[in-house]
């Protein structure tokens, strides 16, 4: 899929919609079976969501964005499990985003002031308004952690920090001890560097974790993540592509535009522009690519099957 650019300027505001009032809708069907109650958490970061609590949504995307997926067990079964899936994702973010659902069944309102025309629909919203164009249809769960890694990037790009506490429209998470969870203080200065935009000093944090204990997959996946965002700053994304295209070889032009891809949500061209050029180089230059491909695996997670795939791939490039 082609993941929208996240945009704010120009969106349309959706205020309005938290003074609707409840009204039916027979062309949405009847009531969910099962569904969990409006209101209710349904993680630490998903809340489902109906009219009485659409306005505290709205509130709650002044301080980060709020994901909204428009769902319907009568209309399209398969909507329920994508709309899973997205809290899935969402919960892996630690606050990044709060996912609100919504059953067209049972908040015909909601759908009708957004013209919601099909189910599933996700829309993204900051500032109570969408921050992109709606992304219909059902996304694989790799495919939507694609989609929320860039959007992730581009908060982090553009200077966008907050976080929702968790349970904000659902009531406090607890421990078995009462206490709120915390997250690992560890990586809180490379994470605070990462909300200011401060990528240099972002790199300077993971790679003091490292240096203290090099066995921390999580502080090498950050800094590989992080020296990609260093290394594509400022970068003019045509010029580097008319670059690639002009200099099939020059590794240095391919490995940029590899990480511009990555960054754009292209996980496997990515892999297969470095292997590719691994494929057509040797010596020093091709080390140096090999290496460069190995940081992107590591940026993406080992255990992606993406990157599964594309360590296959070098292997047999390699041998």
Known sequence: MTQQPFSRPGAVD??????????????????????????????????????????????????????????????????????????????EYDGRFLVGLVDIDKNPQIAQALQVPQVPLLYILLDGRPVTQPIPGALALEELRTVFQQLGQQLT??????????????????TEDG?????????APAQDALERGDIDAAVAEYEKLIASNPADSEAAAGLAMAKVLQRTQGVDLNAA???????????????????????????EDSFIRLVELVRRTSGDERNKARE???????AVGNDDERVLKGRQSLASALF
Request: hydrophobic share 45%.
């Open 14 to 91: 959706l205020s309005g919609l938290a003074s609707t009032t409840p009204a039916q809708d027979a062309s949405f069907g009847g009531p969910a079976d099962a569904a969990p109650a409006p209101g209710r958490s349904a993680g630490s970061y998903t809340v489902e969501v109906d009219e009485q609590i659409f306005q505290s949504v709205l509130e709650a995307s002044m301080t980060a964005p709020v994901v909204l997926v428009f769902y319907s067990a009568s209309r399209a079964p398969e909507s329920v499990t994508y709309a899973r899936d997205v809290s899935t994702v969402v919960e």
């Open 292 to 298: 460069h491909l190995l940081g992107l695996f590591a």
């Open 179 to 187: 206490e709120e969870p915390a997250l690992d203080p560890r990586y």
């Open 157 to 174: 790009t553009q200077g966008i920090g907050g976080r929702h506490k968790p349970n904000a429209l659902g009531g406090a998470v607890a």
């Open 241 to 267: 592509r008319a670059a690639a295209a002009a200099a099939p070889d020059d590794v240095d032009a391919q490995t940029l535009v590899a990480d511009l891809d990555l960054l754009g949500g292209h996980v």
